[in-house]
């Protein structure tokens, strides 16, 4: 079973730039009548952006980080939540995942004004631009290749972030012992060690992604799982 972590109540304030507080309703509608890809519209439903982004914390005019962002399903998403006086930066990193992407990625430049595709390694962002941070389904690619490289890499993104700035983590379920580098997941035990070790606080957890029916025994990307796996959501902050 999931471990589920008693939601701490925070003790740092949300310094941001943001306008007014997320509405999940008007995000949904705005998300069902946008022009974005069928495909994307297709994973709507159980990535559940709009609750997740408002437990997290997301406010219309943020700027706002989507870390190695590959195609930018998320990208887009959060362009259309923080609105036009937001911002979001879409990074990657030069290789395979963004040649194979490009044509959309370039889609979603042409189609929101507001992105910009940030091509290289957080470290050249300023320090403390940033509002909200946000890697999802990634982190654990990092942190198994590597827990010192994610260190590094993810470090830098406490940098980049404004003090009382929200970092927020969506990855797929694993199970402490498990082999979760060859399952492409991560225990949450893991995550939450890791990412406090870098100076983030841990202020909440979320069930919105939770699956009981997936057991954590199988790859993200086994067809019985329909691309809905047990998902963990962490919101850490930039202690002030």
């Given at each position: 079973?999931?471990?589920?972590?008693?939601?701490?109540?925070?003790?740092?304030?949300?310094?941001?730039?943001?306008?007014?507080?997320?509405?999940?309703?008007?995000l949904?509608?705005?998300l069902?009548?946008?022009?974005?890809?069928?495909?994307?519209?297709?994973?709507?439903?159980?990535?559940?952006?709009?609750?997740?982004?408002?437990?997290?914390?997301?406010?219309?005019?943020?700027?706002?980080?989507?870390?190695?962002?590959?195609?930018?399903?998320?990208?887009?998403?959060?362009?259309?939540?923080?609105?036009?006086?937001?911002?979001?930066?879409?990074?990657?990193?030069?290789?395979?995942?963004?040649?194979?992407?490009?044509?959309?990625?370039?889609?979603?430049?042409?189609?929101?004004?507001?992105?910009?595709?940030?091509?290289?390694?957080?470290?050249?962002?300023l320090?403390?631009?940033?509002?909200?941070?946000?890697?999802?389904?990634?982190?654990?690619?990092?942190?198994?290749?590597?827990?010192?490289?994610?260190?590094?890499?993810?470090?830098?993104?406490?940098?980049?972030?404004?003090?009382?700035?929200?970092?927020?983590?969506?990855?797929?379920?694993?199970?402490?012992?498990?082999?979760?580098?060859?399952?492409?997941?991560?225990?949450?035990?893991?995550?939450?060690k890791?990412i406090?070790?870098?100076?983030?606080?841990l202020?909440?957890?979320?069930?919105?992604?939770d699956?009981?029916?997936?057991?954590?025994?199988?790859?993200?990307?086994?067809?019985?799982?329909?691309?809905?796996?047990?998902?963990?959501?962490?919101?850490?902050?930039?202690?002030?």
């Open positions: 079973m999931k471990i589920l972590l008693t939601i701490l109540t925070a003790t740092f304030c949300f310094v941001t730039q943001a306008n007014a507080q997320l509405d999940p309703e008007n949904t509608r705005s069902a009548s946008s022009d974005r890809p069928s495909a994307d519209l297709e994973r709507d439903a159980n990535r559940k952006a709009p609750e997740v982004l408002s437990f997290l914390g997301l406010n219309e005019g943020m700027t706002a980080l989507d870390l190695i962002a590959i195609g930018g399903w998320y990208t887009e998403v959060l362009a259309i939540a923080v609105g036009p006086s937001g911002q979001v930066i879409m990074q990657n990193n030069p290789g395979r995942g963004v040649d194979n992407n490009i044509e959309l990625i370039n889609s979603r430049l042409s189609r929101r004004a507001n992105i910009n595709h940030h091509l290289g390694p957080v470290s050249e962002l320090a403390d631009s940033v509002d909200f941070a946000l890697t999802a389904l990634n982190f654990h690619d990092v942190y198994n290749r590597s827990a010192e490289e994610a260190h590094d890499r993810f470090t830098q993104v406490y940098d980049a972030l404004k003090p009382g700035g929200i970092f927020g983590v969506i990855d797929h379920q694993g199970s402490a012992g498990a082999d979760n580098a060859s399952l492409h997941r991560i225990a949450f035990e893991d995550a939450v890791s406090t070790a870098m100076g983030f606080a202020t909440g957890t979320s069930d919105l992604l699956n009981p029916a997936d057991d954590h025994t199988l790859g993200p990307r086994d067809p019985s799982l329909a691309r809905n796996t047990d998902r963990f959501i962490l919101r850490f902050v930039k202690p002030e």
